[in-house]
């Protein structure tokens, strides 16, 4: 069964700094691997997909990166900013044709200005 | 384009009591999914739908949960009876592509 986990629970940073988040997972049988981004009484939002065969993918300050051997995956931040505080979740979708995806227990960001 | 629409946004009721959800999906989106997200946790896969058939429902608990999508379009998750462990935030989200999942603002339910 796969579990998915994400270390730290919560991170405070202030505004300006870059920051890692991580992410595992133990079933290195993934198809893609997801980040999404959750605010307080909204849904969540897809912010980067990598499929398996990639290393990373980026768009604007954030970059993900996978390392599927390992069993690793990071969200890189760059210059934070206030609006950045949010949850942020990574998800795993098992194989093509299955998109069932299991999540992490996510990160809780804040950014102090 | 429109988003998910969800509702209720909130829902308080008593243990051993129905409850129902409502979910919108996306225009032209076939793939509809509800997750049960417990504080703290990461949502959970409850049932999948593409059109109006059931995919996936195997972490549904059938017992007390049901859900429907008669006409390929909107969707009901209802609970009978709840129980304490019922309180989380239920998501519906929509997919075209079974990729991309598009997800609503969630229905936020207490069991007292």
């Known amino acids: 069964k796969q579990e998915v986990t994400q270390i730290p629970a919560a991170l405070s940073v202030p505004e300006g700094e870059n920051l890692v988040l991580n992410c595992s997972f133990t079933?290195?049988?993934?198809?893609?691997l997801q980040w999404f981004r959750q605010d307080p009484g909204k849904g969540l939002t897809s912010l980067l997909l990598i499929q398996s065969s990639q290393r990373e993918q980026t768009s604007g300050r954030l970059n993900a990166s996978l390392d599927k051997s390992s069993g690793r995956s990071t969200l890189y931040i760059a210059a934070s900013q206030p609006g950045d505080s949010a949850t942020y979740l990574c998800a795993v979708t098992p194989n093509f044709g299955n998109e069932k995806l299991t999540f992490g227990t996510g990160t809780r960001l804040t950014i102090i200005p | 384009e429109a988003g998910v629409a969800q509702s209720p946004r909130y829902k308080i009721i008593e243990k051993r009591q129905s409850v129902a959800f409502w979910c919108n999906p996306i225009s032209g989106h076939a793939t509809l999914y509800w997750y049960q997200q417990i504080l703290g946790q990461g949502p959970k896969l409850l049932i999948q739908?593409?059109?109006?058939?059931?995919?996936?429902d195997s972490q549904l608990p059938k017992d007390r949960f049901s859900a429907e999508r008669l006409k390929g379009v909107d969707s009901t998750l209802k609970i009978q009876p709840a129980k304490l462990e019922d309180s989380a935030v239920y998501l519906c989200?929509?997919?075209?592509?079974?990729?991309?999942?598009?997800f609503g603002p969630g229905t936020r339910l207490t069991v007292l």
């Open positions: 079933d290195s049988a993934i198809y893609n």
């Open positions: 739908f593409q059109n109006n058939g059931v995919v996936d």
């Open positions: 989200a929509s997919s075209r592509d079974r990729v991309t999942q598009y």
